[in-house]
């Protein structure tokens, strides 16, 4: 990589088992989104700020598909497959590279997390996409890229009920200038969401999205004592018509299980 250039590890390492009627062909990041696959989507995402380095990390059912998938997604793969359709050559962002990797470890997200992070040589911070998260207007990575340097930092939304059992939901409270992380729930279902509402208060709920920002401080730094977690004053990022997510600083990363 140029200098410049951030490291990005892309979680795609599950199975889709809730849609295994097609997931057992195809993985679920190549599923078309408005006429194309997801996957692409997320990669222009990433590109838009500037050079990036990408790993992509599958389940190694997967693993046939993927090697198909890193020609097809580079400028070879585009240059053949114009040729062979007799249509016109299309670029591939120069600045972006990606390359897939295979899970090895316990089936997990944390666990394409540490697969891809081990993959990069240079240090230097650390970030993380869930594949299956997708955003439409605004650039999520680019909110992060913009938030304070040597913070960790994750993506939350304003709390809405009917959306938690989809994803993690933090529990913080502002003291000293800063969000503390009191709590963190992964999918609750209705009753432990209500639960979390009578123990917290919404207005202290957030909830997790699909992106964060890991730094290599925060891993030799002593996180605080018991479960509260240190988390910046949070800011927001344009993402009409949805509620817009919001950066939190936080000193690691969400762990959530992969279907």
Known sequence: MTGGGIQVVVCAGGLGTRIAGWARYVPKEFYPVDGRPGIVHLLEEIAQPGPAEVVIVCHPYYEAFTRWAGEALGQQGHDSYSRAAGLPATAVPAELTVTFITQRGPYADLTSVLNGASH????????????????????????????????????????????AASRGVIAAVQQDGHLLMYDLAEKPGPSAARSLEQRYGTSSLLLLEGRARLTPASSASPAPTGHQQALSPSWRWPSPPTPAPTPSSCPRPPARSST
Do not use: C
């Open 120 to 163: 990069f040589a240079a240090a230097g911070d650390l970030y993380v996409a869930f594949a299956d998260n997708l955003y439409r207007g605004g650039n999520p990575l680019a909110a992060l890229r913009a938030a304070p340097p040597d913070h960790p930092a994750v993506l939350a939304r304003a709390y809405r009920r009917e959306l």
